[in-house]
């Protein structure tokens, strides 16, 4: 108990105890809390923070997450912690090495916890954040909307008054609908988005951008984008015109553009998955980093097959059947592993 007397807000956050205390009827947890605060009236403040953040964070109780999902999300965690490191940034309460042994989801809801807490009070930033298999719609502080596609995350500043730019941060997949405004001596406003490999610069327009293992994508459906290759800083900025679509990867750091089917890229909107002639391999990706699934194929061979439709987002089950009926092979969901077999 003595530890905790030297604790705010962030580290109790990111104890295991304090949050099964909070997020469950732990009896134990509950009697050991009460006399602590008892004790250290002191720490009643800090206390009553943590518990703020905790539950304004809008978890369900039923969520469980596979041992897959687990691994995706400290991978995303540790990449995270590393950014703060490269910006002196260390955040206090939590250390990268700790991260590795959180395994159930009140630990990971304690990272996440800690780290929205963390750039609300260190960047003043608002972050929104989708699970797996999730989508969420919202307006940004000059009206323009996001929908937001599963497993990502967005972040702004809270107040975008008196400034001549908008920036939004993105890690994953949104949709984006932007409205023109004008800031200072009615200059007009830009709109910048950082994702992965690319900035985005634009005055008002709609427009679909994913981030997802290293290749960053950008498809224009109405006005004009600028793109920025951050993996070449000497490239000269790339526009993008309605109908087109843009794509770079840290493989080959090269920006390419072409002429697209703007609905295959921006289907997840409306809750539908388009693909033309999509190798399996490429829809294990789909079904990894949008809906959390393991992928697992029997014979490699199988991922070179090509797939062609329209699959509503909302029955997994029921695309899974779709495939064994298309190639005539056995695909099997148990506990969220998909296995391709002959």
């Not at 530890?3 to 205390?21: E, R, V």
């Not at 009206?143 to 497993?151: C, D």
């Not at 932007?178 to 610069?201: A, D, I, M, Q, Y």
Request: hydrophobic share 40%; glycine share 6%.
């Amino acid at each position: 108990m003595e530890k905790y007397q030297s604790y705010n807000a962030t580290d109790f956050i990111a104890d295991d105890s304090f949050l099964n205390w909070v997020l469950s009827d732990d009896k134990k947890s509950a009697v050991f809390w009460r006399k602590f605060l008892a004790e250290n009236p002191q720490k009643q403040k800090e206390v009553d923070k943590a518990i703020k953040i905790i539950k304004s964070l809008e978890f369900q109780d039923e969520v469980v997450l596979n041992p897959f999902q687990k691994e995706k999300l400290l991978e995303k965690i540790n990449s995270r912690i590393d950014s703060l490191k490269n910006g002196n940034q260390q955040p206090k309460g939590i250390k990268r090495r700790s991260i590795l042994r959180y395994t159930g989801i009140a630990a990971s809801f304690a990272i996440i916890a800690f780290l929205s807490y963390f750039f609300l009070n260190n960047f003043q930033r608002t972050t929104i954040s989708t699970d797996f298999a999730e989508k969420r719609e919202m307006t940004l502080p000059d009206g323009s909307s996001v929908i937001l596609n599963a497993n990502s995350e967005i972040s702004y500043a809270k107040d975008w008054n008196g400034e001549n730019s908008r920036e939004v941060w993105l890690e994953g997949e949104a949709f984006f609908e932007v409205v023109k405004t004008r800031g200072r001596n009615n200059v007009p406003k830009t709109f910048l988005v950082h994702s992965g490999n690319l900035n985005v610069e634009v005055l008002g327009t709609s427009f679909n951008v994913g981030e997802r293992r290293g290749e960053t994508k950008v498809t224009l459906l109405t006005g004009k984008v600028k793109l920025e290759n951050k993996l070449d800083k000497s490239a000269a900025p790339l526009i993008l015109e309605p109908g087109e679509h843009a794509e770079v990867s840290t493989k080959d750091k090269v920006l390419k553009k072409s002429k697209v089917n703007t609905r295959k890229y921006a289907s997840w909107v409306d809750d539908l998955m388009i693909f033309e002639a999509t190798e399996l391999g490429e829809i294990k990706y789909v079904l990894e980093d949008n809906f959390g699934l393991e992928v697992v194929f029997e014979d490699p061979k199988l991922m070179q097959r090509k797939f062609t439709g329209v699959i509503k987002t909302g029955n997994i089950e029921e695309f899974l059947r779709t495939l064994e009926l298309s190639f005539d092979i056995d695909v099997t969901n148990k506990d969220g592993k998909i296995i391709f077999r002959k």
